[in-house]
């Protein structure tokens, strides 16, 4: 690719070799299309320090991914393969020069994830650095499942009323999200025991695979084998006391209340966030949806001009929960600071006509969904220096609900601001913050008392003609610590 030609004045064609704009060339006097003249371009290029680049190749295979995180192999246009490490997907690539295999190669890699974590990553990349990649989940048959095997339900229970939804039978469906998990949970058991008797699960079968997993996972496990046998059970396939999950518990609601679940946001981090992005920018406006609408995920990623509506002479955010499948809607009036906010956005031209932030598409601002917008706001908090494990998105709301305990709000209020149904949130934010209220509002009272006694009525010399007795020190005993004689 560093091989030109010109005309000289006489009218021949002359070759040359060039690595650089404005850098010097070297001229081939070598018959074009011969090995010599190929010779020659080698000897020039690598004279002038250039590297050496493949020429596009015809269906030229890629080659395998490497075994170990966050290493990446692709082949450029020019059919160069390129080995570059990145942490994750939208953050900057580090190119590895040396030739893959060598020490001096794994010895390169381990510096540019060393790098790249210093910079973007946080504790779980260290022990994920040194794990290999997850093997390929073997494909599935795609001849038809026999009858009675564990296959041949799980596509019975995916095309049901329990899947799917069905109102007028009194069933709601699951959500998308929830579908997208318990199919990798379930198809995950297929490889193994999908064309086997559904009686091969057995609960010492989803026990074993249960211990395999995270406290969540295996939570998540047993929730959606739960969910499918609910539906054989409805449908006359299962007798209830065949359930092999009756007994079974998980730990995941005790590791969530030990782990305190999502990391709530500190003022420094929003401080850091807000010093990165400026008003104007997307990643400000996405913040600032989140801050102060108090929105989940769900609602933040659709949230958009549609749902700012007047009510009683002030604009109110008002939106159908995701989370109620649209049942509950919650208005809330605009925060000052949120105008602002708005007005920037709007004035960069940034804002959708649909949604408020989104995927650029052709100058439009178009829906994204709700795991590409959460992957998005949290690039941004990397890049802003809020790169803590679980501290995402919801960390924000998190972190208003403190505040609205702090700030004395009710228990109906933050319910309807939050968009809860159950009162047993709100609560726990009011007790946390009740406690912690009531810990400084007592150690004021114990300063105050300690600062009202005056150590000289008790250290005091006394005069020569005083009659008073002295004490023999100066240590202050309540009536309460003196003990009685028998």
């Known amino acids: 690719m560093y091989l030109y030609f010109n005309y000289s004045e006489s009218g021949?064609?002359?070759?040359?070799?060039?690595?650089?704009?404005?850098?010097?060339?070297?001229?081939?006097?070598?018959?074009?299309?011969?090995?010599?003249?190929?010779?020659?371009?080698?000897?020039g290029v690598a004279a002038l320090g250039g590297l050496m680049r493949m020429r596009r190749v015809k269906d030229m295979v890629k080659p395998d991914q490497p075994e170990r995180r966050y290493l990446d192999v692709d082949v450029s246009q020019r059919g160069q393969v390129r080995h570059y490490v990145q942490l994750r997907n939208k953050l900057p690539k580090i190119r590895i020069k040396a030739e893959y295999g060598t020490p001096e190669f794994n010895s390169e890699v381990d510096a540019a994830i060393a790098a790249q974590i210093a910079l973007y990553g946080n504790e779980g990349d260290y022990i994920n650095a040194q794990k290999q990649r997850?093997?390929?989940?073997?494909?599935?048959?795609?001849?038809?499942?026999?009858?009675?095997?564990?296959?041949?339900?799980?596509?019975?229970?995916?095309?049901?009323?329990?899947?799917?939804g069905d109102l007028s039978v009194g069933h709601e469906g699951l959500a998308d999200s929830t579908r997208l998990q318990r199919t990798g949970l379930i198809e995950s058991l297929l490889p193994e025991n999908g064309e086997k008797p559904f009686a091969v699960l057995t609960r010492k079968v989803i026990k074993a695979e249960m211990k395999a997993r995270t406290p969540s996972q295996a939570g998540n496990l047993l929730s959606a084998v739960r969910g499918m046998?609910?539906?054989?059970?409805?449908?006359?396939?299962?007798?209830?006391?065949?359930?092999?999950?009756?007994?079974?518990?998980?730990?995941?609601?005790?590791?969530?209340?030990?782990?305190?679940?999502?990391?709530?946001?500190?003022?420094?981090?929003?401080?850091?966030?807000?010093?990165k992005w400026p008003l104007g920018t997307e990643a400000r406006l996405m913040f600032d949806i989140l801050h102060y609408t108090f929105l989940r995920l769900g609602d933040a990623h659709r949230f958009g001009p549609p749902h700012l509506r007047q009510i009683v002479r002030k604009m109110a955010v008002q939106i159908a929960t995701e989370k109620s499948q649209g049942n509950m809607t919650v208005?809330?009036?605009?925060?000052?600071?949120?105008?602002?906010?708005?007005?920037?956005?709007?004035?960069?031209?940034?804002?959708?006509?649909?949604?408020?932030?989104?995927?650029?598409?052709?100058?439009?601002?178009?829906?994204?969904?709700?795991?590409?917008?959460a992957a998005k706001f949290k690039k941004y908090a990397v890049l802003a220096g809020v790169n803590e494990p679980k501290k995402s998105c919801h960390g924000v709301r998190k972190a208003r609900a403190e505040v609205?305990?702090?700030?004395?709000c009710t228990e109906s209020?933050?319910?309807?601001?939050?968009?809860?149904?159950?009162?047993?949130?709100?609560?726990?934010?009011i007790a946390q913050a009740n406690r912690e209220k009531l810990g400084i509002s007592g150690m004021e009272k114990i300063v105050t008392f300690d600062q009202s006694q005056s150590l000289d009525d008790w250290l005091a010399v006394p005069r020569a003609n005083s009659t008073r007795t002295p004490r023999r020190n100066g240590v202050v005993t309540f009536p309460g610590n003196t003990q009685k004689k028998a």
């Open 229 to 275: 046998i609910r539906w054989m059970i409805d449908e006359k396939h299962l007798d209830e006391d065949d359930d092999p999950t009756i007994g079974l518990k998980s730990g995941k609601a005790k590791a969530s209340r030990e782990t305190g679940g999502f990391v709530p946001w500190t003022e420094d981090d929003m401080a850091r966030y807000r010093a």
């Open 404 to 408: 609205a305990a702090y700030a004395d």
């Open 331 to 373: 208005t809330v009036p605009v925060h000052p600071e949120f105008a602002v906010s708005l007005r920037a956005a709007r004035a960069a031209n940034i804002i959708g006509a649909q949604v408020f932030t989104g995927k650029l598409v052709r100058g439009r601002v178009l829906p994204m969904n709700k795991k590409a917008w």
């Open 12 to 43: 021949s064609q002359r070759w040359y070799v060039k690595v650089s704009r404005k850098g010097r060339r070297i001229g081939i006097s070598e018959e074009y299309g011969t090995s010599a003249f190929d010779a020659a371009y080698e000897a």
């Open 413 to 429: 209020q933050m319910m309807a601001m939050f968009g809860w149904t159950d009162p047993k949130m709100p609560a726990h934010y």
């Open 134 to 164: 997850n093997e390929a989940r073997p494909a599935l048959p795609e001849t038809p499942a026999k009858p009675g095997t564990l296959r041949w339900y799980w596509n019975g229970y995916k095309r049901s009323e329990h899947w799917l």
